[in-house]
């Protein structure tokens, strides 16, 4: 073990074996409960929209309800949606979805089986070690924009982290112009009013050159509607349910339950709200336009109860995770789930946190897996260095949805055979064959010794991933499939800012 | 969720769940090849075995092989063991081995289905925030058993970090009378020779009152066999493969197989050498004893091509637990896996490498899984924070091991119907009967927000640690089951020390 490394260090580093763009789960999904305790949470929840009901703030949102067959109370804004409703409507809804892109090779097909990673989202404050915690800006999040183009396994773009420095009647042309001029993979909007969202649209055909028929083939847009747990639907989110159905576009319906707060204590109660509101969330849609491209969306979780803060990568989490996996496979529906840190630092608490959470939607074959990279503090910082820790860990399970070899030449007997007893591997013609591309490459794990490792300044994994993402930022360079389009989109930013803005609806 | 959680935090703090001291496995096992890849990789190991051999340094192995119908070459020393000698020894190991303990709470079964944990284990060095690195001494032997110890999630004590300023001819003394004095549950034995072996045997059967019957009633001793990678099996641990089958102490037979050094650059090719190797030490217990308690042990990982050094929780690490986990259910045996971290401290990189390397023994049904906590450096130092950050994700891990409530109650139907859409569940009848013990309590996380993280310092995690494996020290107090041992010992090992000790074999 001591020559043959050295001589293998002097030759060029071995080749990346990136390719992790396009993944399917490699596990058999797991789950936390029996699978008649999922019938019955399924059950708990439609007696929920049933008998309880839903509050639904958008009176629009209650007429379509209404229509469709349910109980409309304007007075208290309650809607009871009748079991044979939502079955209707999970018989609508699409289980294949195309995800289109700027550039076709990062179009992904949305259903069961698809294994999708989104960076971090929502995040108000951005923070690194160079610079800080700091609250988002548009330079922020133009940097953790090129950030996720820049590592194919990351398959999404998600809405980062927030530029607060826009003022909010500006801010989606912002979030629009920044994806849509460094970035090529499936785009987020925000369903933040019928305005921001039309113009959103608009802007996604006029950089691509879209047509309405194009634009509704397939989706070119994804949002996450986020129910105000417990059982009510504010004005915003169920205008974009509506909105981005009738488009044709993507909803990743999706209540966050936090068991012990917006939820019950219990994570089968906290399951059976979140199942009813995700189920209210998906009728809306197919109601509004049968056949909308809709997922179901989980991501419950526990509050910790010496802070009153969410946790994640907990046990709760996990078997949150499992069991949501297991409610949308009963349901038949692909679907989103989350990992999460609520650590303050990308350290070793962070790391368990968001590597349980991950193997967690993994094992519950998550269709996309949101926050999967540099969300810290339950969410409200994007942390530069998380992303480039986290990103390790998608590799590592990314490198596990593809096969390995087993056939003859991998058993090696040959080798075996070569090498006398007591012998080494180094040198073996089956080695040389195949050791530049027979493992994974790390990408900030350091696997030095511990002398040489304290030579070399005894930093952390978080210390040298400052080092990882500025390199990923000084590498960027604007892909191909966005050269022309801030011209396109400049005139039409221009005119609607000197109109006055778009307002977020209320 | 701001006001409950401030009154909540007046109130002592929620119990602790602790009670992780028998586990069983809650997944169902996953594999990381097909069941024919599986089937060929052991006939191929089985063509290892026959046609190519094994080398063994020991005569007295080599003769019982032989009487055993291998074909034995004594100047090569290399012994070739047919298929239906393999095949017959694995019909006479047993399934399920009962692991006896100073305290009868703390038994074990080791058989297919139970999850059990042992610390990092065979350092030579120890490293904690206060005293840095250093050489392990019978002071932080003594201090890492008192972890052990500690936390009921460690089911069985390992060799944590060599006490360095023992002698070597003494050292099993110290090895043994420092369990024997600090511990309560299943205990190691080193293989290091005949006499080493037999003392220590003999000081088990000293410490809790044992005629030859009541020792050999069940395991009082366990040991980890290695071979020396590739195909070869040195004389201690022939050695011990012989003495303790003969004494009915269980034997963890596993070859430590890098990919790329001491095996083939495949994962495949490198279990196949492994398999080949245990099968041999299994076979060897086999001849010596029948029903002698063996466990297959598989310790496969890659090298890292950067460094040359062993690589864990990486994408080969992963699979090859879950390929190890395969081969042990083919052949019906308990088995041994293994985490553990080649980060130099206890940052982001350690923790991903360890809780990936663990999800991956918990989903190939480990039946004990060694290095589960405190392992660093690839297993040259054991380190204090380690051990406290890695129990955390033994214990989440172990929460998962009991069912979770899905009856009426949990699904919480009444509790939904009681809180208004909007509100919260803080105040409801069905959070305040649980919220003392719905959740994992965390050991080491932190979840406050960053305003009040800052104010307390900004600790990273590691650094919570150090003061958190300071408590456990302080608050330790020797069981009850331990009283009287020190006396007992005490002549015993002064009599052997005045007759000159006993050196390890070679």
Known sequence: MTEAPRRRRDRSPAPSRAGYGHLRHPFAPQGAFSDDEIANMHDTALKVLENLGIRILLPEARDILRAGGALVDDDTQMVRIGRDIVTAALNTAPRSIRLRAADPAHEQMFEPGAALFMAGS????????????????????????????????????????????????????????????NCTKPLFVYARGRGQV?????????????????????????????SNSPRQLDIPMARGIIDFARAGQMTLITPFCLAGAMAPVTVAGALVLQHAEALAGITLAQLARPGAPVAYGGFSSNVDMKSGSPAFGTPEHIRANLGSGQ??????????????????????????????????????????????????????????????????????????????????????????????PGGHFFAAQHTMERYQTAFYAPLVADLTNHGLWVENGALRADQRATVLWQKALADYTPPAACIGIADRLAPYVARAIEAGGMPPED
Chains 1, 2 share one sequence.
């Open 327 to 420: 409610l949308a496979r009963h349901i038949g529906l692909p679907w989103r789930s989350a990992t999460g840190a609520a650590s303050n630092t990308a350290d070793a608490q962070g790391a368990t946190e968001t590597v349980n959470a991950l193997w967690a939607a993994m094992l519950a074959q998550a269709t996309v897996t949101v926050h999967a990279a540099g969300w810290l503090e339950g969410g409200l910082s994007f942390g530069y260095e998380k992303f480039i820790l986290d990103v390790e860990a998608l590799q590592t399970l990314a490198e596990l949805c593809r096969p390995a070899a087993a056939d003859t030449a991998a058993l090696a007997y040959d080798a075996i055979a070569e090498v006398a």
């Open 198 to 226: 039309e113009q959103s649209f608009e802007m996604i055909r006029l950089a691509h050159g879209l047509d309405e028929a194009g634009f509704n083939d397939g989706v070119w847009a994804t949002t996450v509607i986020n």
């Open 122 to 181: 929502g995040c108000p404050n951005v923070t690194d070690a160079l610079r800080g915690r700091r609250p988002g800006s548009r330079e922020s999040f133009v940097e953790t924009l090129r950030l996720q183009q820049s590592f194919d396994v990351i398959h999404m773009h998600g809405p980062s982290a927030e530029p607060q420095d826009v003022p909010i009647h500006q801010r989606h042309y912002a979030l629009m112009q920044d994806q849509l001029t």
